[in-house]
């Protein structure tokens, strides 16, 4: 494990993996560096990987009052680590987080991105966030019921039916959910502009010029093939995969070899 102290002095952990042009992996809800080790193993053979916690998450420090643009600052620290320019990969609002940073960054520090499935609703197509999604969240985390929050998370940001999510309670994975809950605020500040059944939103990120590659699954949630592909179409430089076979949770196989076309302009 390395640590690299961001701009307002939260230390952000990362592991450094393999060799080649530096890529960023900026991850989704409730993920930690450990979820990455799988493709960061595989990428490792044509990039130097760097996995890291979102701050709040597994070994990154954390610093209140929380904002989205304290993590583009995160971001741009790995990035000062990795020599001052990296690739950017970013997985369901973790890549909206990405579209954040490459809006605000240079492109001379980040220099292409890929991104696998924000979570934009751009029509009625998928039921919109509450406006108080993100208030009520934080309410949660402060009388100290994160499995409450987890459960609101689950049943009303992904549409899990609350059955379901009961049964998760005596899972493996709940403790580690729980574990991070307070951060599940912070990607419903990064996503709920995007969330508003509308597509204007999206225009912000019209000003990103570098290369970007915008990917969707078949087997996904039904609204964001539409959405990746409207955001393609605003972004001036973009170009759009659609992987009918994958679901939220593209599989490394697939994944790895389109970043190496992508970002290295190979095949393979």
């Known amino acids: 494990m390395n640590t690299v102290r961001s701009k307002d002095g939260t230390t952000i952990a990362y592991d450094r993996s393999g060799k080649g042009p530096e890529l960023i992996l900026v991850n989704g ?3 930690t560096r450990a979820d990455a080790v799988g493709a960061a193993e595989s990428l490792g053979r044509y990039f130097t990987v760097f996995a890291y916690d979102r701050r709040g998450r597994g070994d990154s420090g954390d610093t209140a009052p929380y904002a989205v643009e304290r993590e583009i600052e995160d971001i741009d620290a790995l990035i000062t680590e990795a020599g001052g320019s990296a690739f950017v990969f970013g997985h369901s609002s973790g890549a909206i987080l990405a579209l954040d940073a490459a809006r605000r960054l240079m492109s001379t520090r980040l220099t292409k991105l890929a991104v696998y499935e924000p979570p934009l609703m751009i029509n009625d197509s998928h039921p919109r966030l509450p406006e108080d999604y993100v ?4 309410a949660l985390i402060a009388v100290g ?3 409450e929050a987890v459960e609101y998370f689950m049943t009303v940001a992904i549409g899990m039916p609350a ?4 049964q998760m309670h005596n899972s493996p994975m709940w403790p580690k959910l729980e574990a991070v809950a307070p951060t599940i605020a912070y990607d419903g500040a990064i996503t709920i502009d995007t969330a508003t059944g ?11 010029q570098i290369p970007t590659l ?11 093939p539409e959405a990746a592909r409207t955001l393609t179409e605003i972004l001036p430089n973009a170009q759009y995969r ?3 076979d994958q679901d939220h949770g593209i599989k490394d196989e697939v994944l790895v070899p389109i ?5 290295l302009g190979q095949g393979g």
């Open 29 to 31: 809800a409730t993920a």
């Open 135 to 138: 208030t009520h969240l934080n």
């Open 145 to 147: 019921q994160r499995g």
């Open 163 to 166: 059955e379901a999510v009961a």
């Open 198 to 208: 509308s597509p204007l939103p999206l225009k912000k990120w019209a000003s990103i």
């Open 214 to 224: 915008v990917m969707s699954g078949g087997k996904s949630f039904p609204f964001m």
């Open 242 to 244: 659609h992987f009918p």
């Open 259 to 263: 970043l190496m076309e992508f970002f």
